[in-house]
């Protein structure tokens, strides 16, 4: 029952289920996970239709065991703790922006919303995007019931809709990853000192960055708007990791990175995950110098990639043409340029000639 119900449009809010950890290197093997429904009437009419496809995907809150018990009543469930799905610095609250509003009126609009960050500075959220088809591999579900739980405590819903996105076959491991990362506080890049400082940091100055651009447009005429094509900003600096692009895509590929994986194993589980972004004429160029990057100081770029990114660096600075950081982000990318040029790349293996039999 649980399979099929997962995977259909009858989910109703609040409906429970629950799915073993198998994974006998995990350290949760033998736990169990606890999906909750999240169809909130309210968030549904909220957001824009196009931001979230139920015919694809459902939302989830995620809690998780602390013993190989499966819990059965809403007490029960009430007690486990619900895994952090994604830390925004609160600097980031009131994206998207609505060249309608100014960014006040676009504060005030949205108070009905309260903001509860962490001691770091952080908002958290609980919601994760699942989506799934007919060839999915759905982990074993058990279908637990429907249970009007407690929601999280200060927790954070996005407005844009901005969950953490996920499919069926790799979300227990996302999952897990996340109560680590941010339950457990393990993810330093999100919570030592220095990180925490340099992020709240960066989202200030993108958060500045934003409402000029966002004032000057609403400045515009009809007609002016119509015909504007911004300068072409990659985020808040000129460093190639100065952006949401670059960072998602650096995220993505550690997530499927191995010492012992091959170079073609790499890159064939990460290409799907960052493929929005390779398609985007602007993002592309992006994610494709990072991939370099980071191939490169694992000692496995091959031929290919760093050609790729090559020709990448010109095409980015393409649009950096006019912009009066043109010359910053022009001497960063051509100190990649001039690593990826002296790099050693991989070499393809010659296949082995099948010795012939002696008569």
Same mark, same amino acid.
């Given at each position: 029952m649980?399979?099929?119900?997962?995977?259909?449009?009858?989910?109703?809010?609040?409906?429970?289920f629950?799915?073993?950890?198998?994974?006998?290197?995990?350290?949760?093997?033998g736990?169990?996970?606890?999906?909750i429904?999240?169809?909130?009437?309210?968030?549904?009419?909220? &957001?824009? !239709?196009?931001w979230?496809d139920? *015919?694809?995907?459902?939302?989830?809150?995620?809690?998780i065991?602390? @013993?190989?018990?499966?819990?059965?009543?809403?007490e029960?469930?009430?007690?486990?703790?619900?895994?952090?799905s994604?830390?925004?610095?609160?600097?980031?609250?009131?994206?998207?922006?609505?060249? $309608?509003?100014?960014?006040?009126?676009l504060?005030?609009?949205?108070?009905?919303?309260?903001?509860?960050?962490?001691?770091?500075?952080?908002?958290?959220?609980?919601?994760?995007?699942i989506y799934?088809? %007919?060839?999915?591999?759905?982990? @074993?579900?058990e279908?637990?019931?429907?249970?009007?739980?407690?929601?999280?405590?200060?927790?954070?819903i996005?407005?844009?809709?901005?969950?953490h996105?996920?499919?069926?076959?790799?979300?227990?491991?996302?999952?897990?990853?996340?109560?680590?990362?941010y339950?457990? $506080?393990?993810?330093?890049?999100?919570?030592?000192?220095?990180?925490?400082?340099? @992020?709240?940091?960066?989202?200030?100055?993108? /958060?500045e960055?934003q409402?000029?651009?966002?004032?000057?447009?609403?400045?515009?005429?009809?007609?002016?708007?119509?015909n504007?094509?911004?300068?072409?900003?990659?985020g &808040?600096g000129?460093?190639?990791?100065?952006?949401?692009?670059?960072?998602?895509?650096?995220?993505e590929? /550690?997530?499927?990175?191995?010492?012992?994986?091959?170079v073609?194993?790499?890159?064939?589980?990460v290409?799907?995950?960052?493929?929005?972004?390779?398609?985007?004429q602007?993002?592309?160029?992006?994610? &494709?110098?990072?991939?370099a990057d980071?191939?490169?100081?694992?000692?496995?770029?091959?031929?290919?990639?760093?050609?790729?990114?090559?020709?990448?660096?010109?095409?980015?600075?393409?649009?950096?043409?006019?912009?009066?950081?043109?010359?910053? $982000?022009?001497?960063? /990318?051509?100190?990649?340029?001039?690593?990826?040029?002296?790099?050693?790349i991989? %070499?393809?293996?010659?296949?082995? !000639?099948?010795? *012939?039999?002696?008569?």
């Amino acid at each position: 029952m649980g399979l099929k119900k997962i995977t259909s449009k009858k989910l109703e809010n609040g409906d429970t289920f629950a799915t073993r950890i198998e994974d006998k290197k995990s350290k949760y093997c033998g736990q169990y996970l606890i999906f909750i429904c999240f169809k909130d009437e309210f968030w549904l009419n909220y &957001w824009p !239709k196009n931001w979230y496809d139920e *015919s694809h995907s459902t939302l989830f809150r995620i809690k998780i065991t602390t @013993n190989k018990t499966i819990p059965t009543t809403k007490e029960e469930i009430d007690r486990l703790e619900y895994v952090i799905s994604k830390a925004e610095c609160v600097e980031m609250a009131y994206f998207p922006f609505m060249s $309608r509003m100014t960014y006040e009126e676009l504060v005030e609009s949205r108070s009905f919303q309260e903001l509860h960050p962490d001691e770091y500075g952080y908002l958290n959220e609980y919601l994760n995007d699942i989506y799934y088809s %007919r060839k999915d591999i759905v982990p @074993n579900f058990e279908y637990l019931g429907n249970f009007d739980v407690e929601k999280p405590k200060n927790e954070f819903i996005s407005f844009g809709c901005d969950t953490h996105i996920s499919i069926f076959p790799r979300i227990i491991a996302d999952t897990l990853k996340h109560y680590d990362d941010y339950n457990k $506080r393990e993810d330093k890049s999100h919570y030592s000192q220095e990180e925490v400082e340099e @992020n709240h940091k960066a989202a200030k100055e993108f /958060l500045e960055l934003q409402i000029k651009i966002d004032n000057y447009i609403r400045g515009l005429t009809d007609k002016e708007k119509k015909n504007f094509q911004p300068k072409y900003i990659s985020g &808040w600096g000129t460093g190639l990791y100065d952006c949401d692009v670059a960072l998602d895509t650096k995220a993505e590929y /550690l997530e499927v990175y191995d010492v012992k994986k091959s170079v073609p194993d790499i890159m064939n589980q990460v290409l799907p995950r960052v493929k929005d972004f390779i398609k985007d004429q602007y993002d592309g160029p992006i994610a &494709w110098m990072v991939l370099a990057d980071l191939q490169m100081k694992r000692k496995k770029l091959d031929k290919r990639l760093r050609d790729t990114a090559l020709d990448c660096i010109e095409i980015d600075l393409s649009y950096w043409q006019g912009n009066e950081q043109y010359e910053e $982000r022009k001497k960063e /990318l051509y100190r990649l340029k001039k690593r990826l040029e002296n790099s050693k790349i991989v %070499r393809k293996k010659p296949k082995k !000639k099948e010795s *012939s039999k002696s008569d």
